[in-house]
């Protein structure tokens, strides 16, 4: 076990596998042993057929949570060795069911001390161990259940990618970032149009010089993402979230998010009450996002944009 040792929790499926294929390799031993013809794999079928009722492959799958094809597969391996006979249901001709053959009712008659004998067997394991394996087993299978484990990892990378990211305030060295992040988005989803030009080819002023603030999302240093806040023109809002762009290389690391975030702070830092955005539903990650900062959608108002289909606000 050095090699499992060095390579650390990183090789749990591994692991997982190689236990598992020593526990099954003996198992297959184990049932020569108690003179069973028998393959490991088909046991939890065999188990719920014992018990001694016919059984749809349905409701076979459902108890012991394999899936529909596997326990097909397994009920078709019985069949053939003999332990399972399988028929049409009398009520549905469209439904089989299976159950216990003569072959494998004797199966059930000499199974019965070697159950004894595994289960003493596995307790003197258990009570020579620090950890209970029977019961830490249970405990991952439920928590796998709340969260599987590829959650887990996404979680994770996300955190450490946030690690990454730095949120800034803008300075001049960052204008073509915020032209041409915002360029590159809008001509990739949409074109460009005249209050496009207005507001990028004169950021500064059309922006900043009137009250407005842009934020600028660093990964490793460098500008991957840019937003806006642009003072509304009337008092219906304070301020409208507008000209957020990331960079398609930096997708997936949760750079809107955290720009989305960053920019409500700014707001509220400055005293505003309500926020407003426009965007075109056919972005459904970004309304996934706006819904998720808490913005709703309003009723339609006149926008200078063609591509505009959905307006929302965010009171804060």
């Not at 409701?59 to 060795?81: C, D, L, N, T």
């Amino acid at each position: 076990m050095e090699f499992f040792d060095k390579i650390g929790k990183m090789a749990i499926g591994s692991r997982l596998r190689m236990l598992s294929e020593i526990v099954t390799e003996d198992a297959s031993k184990i049932y020569n042993l108690y003179g069973i013809d028998f393959h490991p794999k088909w046991f939890p079928v065999y188990y719920v057929l014992a018990e001694g009722k016919a059984n749809t492959i349905t409701s076979i799958a459902k108890e012991i949570g394999h899936s529909h094809p596997s326990v097909s597969k397994i009920i078709s391996e019985m069949v053939k060795a003999g332990l399972v006979l399988e028929k049409s249901e009398t009520t549905d001709g469209r439904r089989n069911v299976v159950s216990l053959s003569a072959k494998g009712n004797e199966v059930t008659l000499k199974i019965q001390d070697q159950y004894t004998d595994l289960n003493s067997a596995i307790e003197d394991m258990l009570g020579q161990t620090t950890h209970n394996l029977w019961k830490a087993l249970a405990e991952w299978e439920f928590l796998l259940e709340q969260k599987s484990l590829l959650k887990r990892v996404t979680e994770q990378q996300k955190l450490r990618e946030r690690s990454n990211v730095t949120i800034v305030d803008f300075e001049s060295m960052y204008l073509d970032a915020f032209v041409n992040l915002n360029t590159e988005w809008i001509s990739h989803y949409f074109k460009m149009e005249e209050s496009d030009y207005k507001a990028l080819n004169n950021a500064e002023e059309y922006i900043l010089n009137n009250g407005g603030y842009i934020l600028v999302a660093l990964y490793k240093g460098e500008p991957l993402g840019v937003c806006a806040l642009i003072k509304y023109p009337t008092d219906d809002f304070d301020f409208e979230l507008a000209k957020m762009a990331v960079s398609p290389k930096a997708q997936g690391k949760n750079i809107g998010g955290l720009l989305g975030a960053a920019v409500i702070d700014k707001a509220k830092s400055l005293g505003a009450k309500k926020l407003y955005l426009e965007s075109n539903t056919i972005l459904k990650p970004a309304i996934n996002l706006y819904h998720k900062l808490g913005f709703v959608k309003i009723p339609e108002r006149p926008t200078p944009y063609e591509r505009c289909n959905i307006q929302m606000e965010l009171v804060l």
